[in-house]
């Protein structure tokens, strides 16, 4: 399936509408037990079954650890079969798009630009945001932004959401991405021994990893996050419901995405709790796991329009760097690929 041709159109004016944090805390009060969990009720009968993809690596999904072992998929009506996927992102949109997967979680930075081929997926939930860092060699000097110029940055690969996010925001800030700095890509837990051997002066990457990594590597200072500036309320990690299962069993999609907020509520109170649920797939130790929570907004998870507007943003993000198609027109693409599966 690709994306209709007149998606793929002249731009018309960028809109974006930004969700305050005020305004976020007021309506969250009334929002959490009406909109999301209590205004309509979980499946009836016998629980639905869901395959549900996900990176047990990512700390940042600990919100489906929470909804399987805490219950909340069940009080949704659902029976969630865990899938750990490892391979490309294009394999996974792949999978949920054939219906070998009902349903995926993982960064908004790595799904828009295989979402442009015209996966048949929809994004129908933000999780959380605040996934990725920035960090430099205070021995090197690369203490902020401008000091980057003429450095090298490593990252794990080089369509890595840190690569992409960090690509975007440096080019917002005067660098250009593609001739003031270098990439090169590193294993992940080699990137703290290159910045040792001074292969590279800063270090692009999500957490857990960037975490340990600082935890073992001297002299590493963070110079921005996906949470800096204009990016504080925005999402990191989304879930993406095969097309197929929106259109024919909205209900299940819908109460996937209500459990998937209750679960993403839960672990921004209960961040130990969230560390303890993920700690069941992961060596890391629970303090350092419930350290990473803390950095991250699992409060903020888009919906609807919200949700829209924010993959509108990301795509003109996109463009600035030209991953996306200088044709592909941001607003239509938000509307194809996102649904608002709770109204």
């Known amino acids: 399936m690709t994306i209709p041709r007149d998606l793929l159109a002249a731009p018309r004016p960028f809109r974006r509408n930004v969700l305050r944090a005020a305004g976020a805390a007021a309506a969250l009060a009334p929002l959490a037990p009406l909109g999301y969990f209590g205004a309509r009720p979980a499946l009836a009968g016998t629980a639905h079954k869901v395959t549900l993809a996900w990176n047990a690596n990512a700390v940042c999904l600990s919100p489906v650890a929470v909804g399987q072992h805490r219950g909340i998929f069940q009080k949704h009506g659902l029976d969630v079969e865990l899938v750990n996927f490892s391979g490309s992102t294009d394999q996974l949109l792949e ?5 070998k997967a009902d349903a995926g979680v993982g960064l908004i930075h790595r799904w828009i630009k295989p979402l442009e081929s015209g996966f048949d997926v929809n994004l129908v939930g933000g999780i959380h945001g605040g996934c990725l860092r920035l960090v430099g060699a205070k021995a ?9 110029k003429g ?7 080089m369509s890595s959401p840190g690569k992409n996010f960090f690509a975007i925001y440096l080019a917002k800030h005067g660098i250009n991405p593609d001739k003031d700095v270098s990439w090169r890509v590193y294993p992940g837990n080699l990137l703290g021994i290159a910045v040792e051997k001074g292969e590279v002066q800063a270090i692009a990457e999500g957490d857990p990893n960037l975490y340990l990594i600082e935890k073992k590597t001297a002299g590493l200072v963070e110079i921005a996050t996906s949470l800096s500036g204009e990016y504080r309320e925005k999402v990191c990690c989304v879930l993406g419901v095969g097309g197929n299962v929106v259109r024919k069993d909205r ?15 839960y672990v921004a109170n209960n961040p130990k709790d ?10 890391v130790p629970v ?26 943003f990301y795509a003109k993000d996109f463009k600035t760097v030209s991953i996306l198609k200088q044709s592909t027109d941001p607003g239509k693409f938000a509307d194809f690929v996102y649904s608002d599966v709770l109204s």
């Open 151 to 157: 450095k090298t940055i490593g990252v794990s690969d």
């Open 140 to 148: 090197a000097g690369v203490t902020d932004l401008q000091k980057l």
């Open 287 to 312: 303090s350092d796991l419930q350290a990473v929570l803390h950095t991250q907004t699992h409060a903020h998870h888009p919906i609807g329009r919200q949700l829209r507007n924010e993959i509108e």
């Open 274 to 283: 969230g560390a303890e649920a993920f700690a069941q797939y992961s060596a």
């Open 95 to 99: 999978s949920i798009a054939t219906g």
């Open 251 to 265: 209900p299940r999609a819908a109460a996937l995405a209500r459990a998937l907020i209750e679960a993403s509520e």
